[in-house]
């Protein structure tokens, strides 16, 4: 009964390669993705910030109530001058 104990050995064999290369590709995959999330993070925070700042330099204007650039000295739609 060689060939029995052969057979079970490379299927052992087998079986053990199969669960490595599974492991390794899971492991690999989990390192992949979180080397990837990892700079797509704080790429998102700026992004946020900036719209942020951008909401908080918008003004409104009281005349005509259009949105305007605070950075502008009169509004552009009435060209009511800025409070
Ligand atoms: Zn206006």
Redesign the pocket.
Known sequence: MDWFADGMLIMMMAFIGIFIVFFFSVAFYAVFKALRKMPMEPATKKSTEKEIIRQIIKVR?P??S?VYDETLDA?P????KHP
């Open positions: 204007c005349y005509c259009h509004c739609h009435c060209g009511g």
